[in-house]
Structure formats: structure tokens, C-alpha cells
């Protein structure tokens, strides 16, 4: 099974800065990655797709970028509601593995 | 709409079998792949498996795989999890999500407990 490392594994940050979340794939798939953000008692919520592509609704503060192995989540200036438990997901290739998980809490 | 409405929370005893539902609507429900994931208390999320409800082509993380049985049955829509034998372990919030174009649309949750 493709391993999905993500980092860090949480994060303390302050309303407005500029935060970067990584996932590194054990083998290349493609563009075949998801960014997801989960609030506490809530299902995942779809962020980026396709590694880059912004899902409709979300505002445009998140940013991903990334193919083959290395991939990233920008979100350039936090805001309140951000703070947030993030995952990536690839589904490359059965079984689809979710990264480990970044905690974002308020500085 | 693309809806994919969960069964209501369970408390089970170990031992016990169980089959939670997602219903889809909302798209032809043969047509996309629905996966089902895990996330136990206070911890990360773990996909357990997928099916493709048009021909039952279903596919198990190695962690889950004979731990649990996926299931679709397309004339109402709705795909299951399902366990033989619970165990306290299996204590968690299960997700089921609906695989789109390049993105995964999900279920509301349900939560099963297993306590003696």
C-alpha cells in the first residue's frame, strides 16, 4: 500500500500568517491527491482536489500544490475558522491511504 | 444534490454482529465507487474499503480486510458495513463517502460503540 507522510502533525499559528502542510507519497501518483479539513464531531470537508483544484465554495486563502510524490496545502492567511485537523488522501491506487493528519491551533 | 444519508448511531455489546447503511441520492448509484472510513476515537482517519455498486467489485485495505464485509444492494441505493463478531475495538465513527470527478462527497457519520 502507497504511505501517505504528512507534517507536520500539528502546528500552532496565529490569525493571519501564511501556514504549509506537506504530504509526501511512497511512490508516485500522479496528481491523484486530495486535501481534506475536519472540525472536531464534523465529516471531512473537501478542500483541493486533483492536488490543485480549489472545490467550489472554498475560499481561495487555501492553495495546493504538487505532483508525483510531494505535495502541499498553503493557506495564506489563517482565519478563525481555520483552525482545524487537515488530511490528505491519496486515491491513486487501492487501497487509498489518508495522510497521518495536521492539527492547526491558534498561537 | 448528491445526498449520502448514514443509519443512526449503534450501541453493541462484544460479540454482537452489526450492518450500518449509506443510502445514496441524488446520482445513478451503480455508476460511482463508494468507499467506507474509520476513525476511532480521537484519532486519524483509516480507509477500510470500496465498492462499485454496479458489479460489487469490492476492495479491502489489508487492515480490514476479513474484519468486516462491504456490501451494496443498487435496488435501494444503499451500501453497508457490516461485522460478524464486534469487538470493543471496533468502537469508532464510520464515514462512508461517494468517489466524484476527482473528489470524494460524504456521508454524515455514524458512530458505533461496542460496551459491555
Known amino acids: 500500500a502507497i504511505q501517505m507522510t504528512q507534517s507536520p502533525s500539528s502546528l500552532s499559528a496565529s490569525v493571519g500568517d501564511r501556514v504549509t502542510i506537506t504530504c509526501r507519497a511512497s511512490?508516485?501518483?500522479?496528481?491523484?491527491l486530495g486535501w481534506y479539513q475536519q472540525k472536531p464531531g464534523k465529516a471531512p470537508k473537501l478542500l483541493i482536489y486533483?492536488?490543485?483544484s480549489l472545490q467550489s465554495g472554498v475560499p481561495s486563502r487555501f492553495s495546493g500544490s504538487g505532483s508525483g510524490t510531494d505535495f502541499t496545502l498553503t493557506i495564506s492567511s489563517l482565519q478563525p475558522e481555520d483552525f482545524a485537523t487537515y488530511y490528505c488522501?491519496?486515491?491513486?491506487?487501492?487501497?487509498?491511504?489518508f495522510g497521518q493528519g495536521t492539527k492547526l491551533e491558534i498561537k | 444534490e448528491v445526498q449520502l444519508v448514514q443509519s443512526g448511531a449503534e450501541v453493541k455489546k462484544p460479540g454482537e454482529s452489526l450492518k450500518i447503511s449509506c443510502k445514496g441520492s441524488?446520482?445513478?448509484?451503480?455508476?460511482?465507487?463508494i468507499g467506507w472510513v474509520r476513525q476511532m476515537p480521537g484519532k486519524g482517519l483509516e480507509w477500510m474499503g470500496i465498492?462499485?455498486?454496479?458489479?460489487?467489485?469490492?476492495r479491502y485495505s489489508p487492515s480490514f480486510q476479513g474484519q468486516v464485509t462491504i456490501s451494496a444492494d443498487k435496488s435501494i441505493s444503499t451500501a453497508y458495513l457490516q461485522w460478524s463478531s464486534l469487538k470493543a475495538s471496533d468502537t469508532a465513527m464510520y464515514y462512508c463517502?461517494?468517489?466524484?470527478?476527482?473528489?470524494?462527497?460524504w456521508g454524515q457519520g455514524t458512530l458505533v460503540t461496542v460496551s459491555s
Open positions: 486533483a492536488a490543485s
Open positions: 488522501l491519496q486515491d491513486y491506487n487501492s487501497p487509498y491511504t
Open positions: 511512490q508516485g501518483i500522479r496528481n491523484d
Open positions: 465498492i462499485y455498486p454496479g458489479d460489487s467489485d469490492t
Open positions: 441524488g446520482y445513478s448509484f451503480t455508476s460511482y465507487w
Open positions: 463517502a461517494r468517489r466524484s470527478s476527482g473528489w470524494w462527497d
